[in-house]
C-alpha cells in the first residue's frame, strides 16, 4: 500500500507561482505512473499532469505553464505551477496510478483576480 501526503498549495494571485510537493511513502517500488489531478468545486475530478519514465503528460488547460517532476532518491513527486488563472482554483490530489489506484487527501490552491 502507498500512502501520499500533498503539500504547497495556498492563497495566490492571478500570475503567480506555486509549487505542490507529494511525499510517497510505503510500498513504492512498484509504483511506475505518478499522476496529479484537481477538483474545483461543483465540478468532477480532472487529470492535470502525469510522470512516467518515459516522460510527461499535460492537460491542455495547463500545458506550458505547469511542470511534473519527481525525485526518486527522496520519495517526492512535484508540481510546479506558474501563470495562475482564477480557473486553477481547486484542490490538487496527488496519485499513485498502481493497483490499486492511490490518493493523497488533497491541498487547496486558491487562485484570486
Known amino acids: 500500500q502507498v500512502q501520499l501526503v500533498e503539500s504547497g498549495g495556498g492563497l495566490v494571485q492571478a500570475g503567480g507561482s506555486l509549487r505542490l510537493s507529494c511525499k510517497v511513502s510505503?510500498?513504492?517500488?512498484?509504483?511506475?505512473?505518478m499522476a496529479w489531478y484537481r477538483q474545483a468545486p461543483g465540478k468532477q475530478r480532472e487529470w492535470v499532469a502525469t510522470?512516467?519514465?518515459?516522460?510527461?503528460n499535460y492537460a491542455d488547460s495547463v500545458k506550458g505553464r505547469f511542470t511534473i517532476s519527481r525525485d526518486n532518491a527522496k520519495n517526492m513527486v512535484y508540481l510546479q505551477m506558474n501563470s495562475l488563472k482564477p480557473e486553477d482554483t481547486a484542490v490538487y490530489y496527488c496519485?499513485?496510478?498502481?493497483?490499486?489506484?492511490?490518493w493523497g487527501r488533497g491541498t487547496q490552491v486558491t487562485v484570486s483576480s
Open positions: 496519485a499513485a496510478l498502481g493497483a490499486p489506484i492511490s
Open positions: 510505503g510500498s513504492i517500488f512498484s509504483i511506475n505512473v
Open positions: 510522470i512516467t519514465s518515459g516522460g510527461t
